[in-house]
């Protein structure tokens, strides 16, 4: 499992306090920043952290920004992505479980770091149910090549 993480302004410390939470799970990761201090617009950090997983380079994804809504709108534009932003626990297992999400959006500026790390463990560890959801997938997939 690699994960791909990455951030806007509004997102630095969050991430950091993410990033020590994987590191206590021994989860393996890349940064892509930001970091404190730096600037960017949301758009380009999930453009850039979304190749990297729709190339294959990458298991899954966490982007932050203030809210996660633009992250996540961001990341959906990027063939083979599909983030979900989450502040709830059942989205967050939900969201891996039917809809087979590979990105987690989560709001820096709506979140405490606790609940931020429960999502991502409930993200990372539950696994796609496959069945009758994957007929679904495909048909998210069929709207993204058809438009
Ligand atoms: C940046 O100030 C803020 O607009 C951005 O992080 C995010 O919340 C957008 O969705």
């Known amino acids: 499992m690699k994960i791909a993480i990455g951030c806007d302004h509004a997102g630095p410390a969050l991430k950091a306090e993410i990033l020590a939470h994987l590191d206590e799970k021994g989860i393996e990761y890349t940064d892509f920043g930001i970091q404190e201090g730096e600037k960017v617009d949301y758009p380009e950090k999930a453009e850039e952290v979304c ?10 994804g ?4 203030g809210t996660g809504v633009g992250m996540s709108m961001c990341a959906n534009k990027v063939k083979g992505i599909r983030a979900a932003c989450c502040s709830d626990y059942f989205s967050a297992k939900y969201t891996r479980a039917h809809n087979d999400a590979n990105v987690l959006c989560i709001g820096a500026r709506v979140l405490g770091a606790g609940l931020a790390a429960e999502l991502v463990d409930v ?3 539950t696994p796609f149910e496959g069945g009758r959801h994957q007929r679904r997938i495909d048909k998210i997939t069929d709207i993204e090549n058809r438009n």
């Open 62 to 65: 966490i982007l932050i920004c």
């Open 51 to 60: 190749r990297k997983i729709a190339d294959g380079s990458y298991d899954m």
């Open 123 to 125: 993200f990372i560890e």
